[in-house]
């Protein structure tokens, strides 16, 4: 049998490239019809910048509000189409003009309470808006106000500040040797039949077949944002299946010889503080690079859209498990699955091909790619050669996976403070 599926693994490995591809361009272009979270993220902030307006010191006025948060609130409401905008954008905007909404005057009757909501409506109804402000609610967003805009900068000024003694390092020629790159002696057939066959044509079968009965399965008294919550990680992990089998394979038929002393994917956990060092160096200095690449995008084409679905989840969802549930996938499943793949497995037989640099920019291509999210495209790509690159410095696989999670995770951070 395994004679058999020799003699069929070229036209395997070419009918899943050109499925392969097939299916990452019609998900391309089915992403621009999704709506892009910018749109949404900017107006979270100018809200918070209205309940945090009475606590923010003069000295920061110009960082964090507008001169009138209230007026730029109202024209990004009005600015945004009328289908586009929500139930509760809808009331924002009839209370910002000044008329009263359809829910009743006092505390709000939403669940959670919306403190904005209520204070608008104070202040319609009593016209003396210092009473209506709230002190606590006014420094709680104050405080999410200054990590959401603050901490990004804080980020790129001292990945930037890394970058420029790194570089100066090297043309010193005083950076560490990078470690030999070793990794699983697979061949491309091996990579377009594990990623493009395993990854992308099997899972996109698997999906529908396995992940959506089991969904449909839940019972019915699991709520929306829950049903959401299990219906993502049971998908992830059916995505994920066939090419971690598929890789089993393939590692099982290399066999013991020629194989490592470290292994064949060079996990490397020890010393453990060193590689979460690593990590976050690496995180520190893709950070700036990243947050320019987006820049040069939205300033060059304008935004794109085609959001990640799972950004727009965490952004709407106020369910605790739900919100763990995303959180675990995002930080723990996608990380360890992802860099297995691409760092652990396909960068080393790039890099043997065509080398560390060229091997690196393909791999963070291919990373990006596998998003299937025309919008992030350009940063993913960026991101996605910078992990390539802690993997070639390094030698190991571990900081690539801690540096992906925590990626993952302060992005993740970032939307729940919004």
């Not at 361009?25 to 999704?34: A, E, I, T």
């Not at 399965?217 to 299946?241: D, Q």
Request: aromatic share 4%.
């Amino acid at each position: 049998m395994s004679r058999v599926f020799s003699q069929w693994k070229e036209p395997l490995a070419l009918l899943s490239l050109v499925l392969a591809a097939l299916i990452w361009l019609m998900g391309l272009q089915g992403s621009l019809d999704r709506k892009s979270v910018a749109p949404a993220l900017s107006l979270q902030q100018q809200e918070l910048s209205v309940l945090a307006e009475p606590a923010v010191p003069p000295s920061l006025r110009p960082l964090l509000a507008t001169p009138d948060p209230k007026t730029t609130l109202l024209e990004a409401l009005e600015a945004s189409s009328e289908d586009q905008r929500s139930p509760r954008q809808e009331r924002l905007l009839t209370l910002l003009r000044g008329e009263f909404d359809a829910a009743p005057d006092g505390p709000s009757t939403i669940d959670p309470p919306d403190p904005l909501l209520d204070r608008l409506r104070c202040e319609l109804s009593s016209g003396n808006a210092e009473a209506c402000r709230d002190a606590a609610v006014a420094s709680q967003a104050l405080a999410r106000l200054l990590i959401s805009a603050l901490l990004p900068l804080i980020t790129a000024g001292l990945g930037l500040i890394l970058l420029l003694v790194k570089g100066w390092q090297a043309l010193r020629r005083r950076l560490p040797e990078a470690p030999s790159l070793q990794g699983p002696a697979l061949t491309l057939i091996d990579m377009a039949l594990l990623i493009a066959g395993g990854f992308v044509v099997v899972s996109s079968i698997a999906v529908p077949v396995i992940a959506q009965p089991l969904v449909l399965a839940l019972p019915e008294a699991l709520t929306s944002p829950r049903r959401e919550g299990v219906s993502v990680v049971l998908t992830y992990a059916v995505m994920a299946l066939p090419s971690l089998l598929i890789l089993r394979r393939q590692l099982a038929a290399l066999g013991r010889e020629g194989r490592p002393e470290k292994g064949w994917l060079q996990w490397q956990l020890q010393p453990l503080v060193g590689g979460f060092g690593q990590a976050l160096s690496g995180w520190l200095m893709i950070t700036p690079v990243v947050m320019l690449a987006g820049w040069l995008l939205v300033k060059v084409v304008g935004d794109p859209g085609g959001s990640n679905p799972l950004l727009e989840l965490v952004l709407v969802s106020r369910d605790p498990l739900a919100l763990l549930l995303l959180s675990f996938t995002a930080v723990v499943l996608a990380p360890l699955f992802e860099e297995v793949i691409f760092r652990g497995v396909l960068l080393p037989v790039l890099a043997q091909r065509v080398g560390f640099s060229l091997g690196a920019l393909l791999n963070g291509l291919l990373f990006a790619m596998a998003h299937i999210s025309i919008g992030e495209l350009v940063p993913l790509t960026v991101l996605g050669t910078g992990l390539a690159l802690v993997r070639l410095r390094t030698g190991r696989l571990l900081p690539c996976v801690l540096m992906h999670a925590i990626w993952n995770a302060v992005t993740f951070a970032n939307l729940l403070l919004l």
